[in-house]
């Protein structure tokens, strides 16, 4: 199959054409990179407003990789030790948190009893409100969908 002999007006068409698709491309690849940029930005915020969860994230997903990447012989042997002295530490960094929060809520005249009615009225207090909210958005629901 031959091609047929291109037109002068085609012929003059075939840039603007080109010019056209490369600006449309052109057009999303920038919209694509300000979104990303708009996206990282963001994310940036996010994590200077709470670094505490970026902070749990991380952990989080080094414990995932962690348990999901399979570990050598070499590597438990060498770790053990390391993993024993870690485990060792937090225990005895646990149980001083234990004993120094006992102490100060002792210093300020609250038992285990008070704390736990506390509690226990936080939580109820927090289901109530709940269910209210859960009421009131069922009702604004049907009233909405009656109409």
Same mark, same amino acid.
Do not use: F, H
């Given at each position: 199959? $031959?091609?047929?002999?291109?037109? %002068? !007006?085609?012929?003059?068409? +075939? ?8 600006? @449309? ?8 990179? !300000?979104?990303?940029?708009? @996206? ?6 996010? =994590?200077? %407003? ?16 962690? !348990?999901?990447?399979?570990? =050598?012989?070499?590597?438990?042997? =060498?770790?053990?030790? =390391? ?19 006992? +102490? !100060? ?6 038992? $285990?009893? &008070? ?5 226990? @009225?936080?939580?109820? &207090?927090?289901? @109530? ?14 009233? %909405?969908?009656?109409?």
């Amino acid at each position: 199959m $031959s091609k047929a002999p291109k037109t %002068s !007006a085609q012929a003059e068409n +075939e840039p603007e054409v080109r010019n056209d698709a490369y600006g @449309k491309v052109s057009d999303r690849v920038a919209a694509a990179y !300000a979104a990303a940029r708009e @996206k990282t930005g963001q994310a940036g915020e996010t =994590l200077e %407003s709470n670094p505490l969860a970026a902070l749990l994230g991380g952990i989080a997903i080094g414990a995932i990789a962690g !348990a999901l990447i399979p570990r =050598l012989a070499k590597e438990k042997e =060498l770790l053990a030790p =390391l993993g024993e002295k870690i485990g060792e530490a937090a225990r005895a960094a646990l149980g001083a948190g234990k004993s120094a929060g006992a +102490e !100060a809520l002792e210093e300020a005249g609250l038992s $285990s009893d &008070q704390i736990r009615a506390q509690v226990s @009225k936080l939580v109820e &207090q927090a289901l @109530k409100a709940a269910n209210e909210a859960g009421t009131a958005a069922i009702d604004a629901a049907r009233e %909405s969908a009656s109409r």
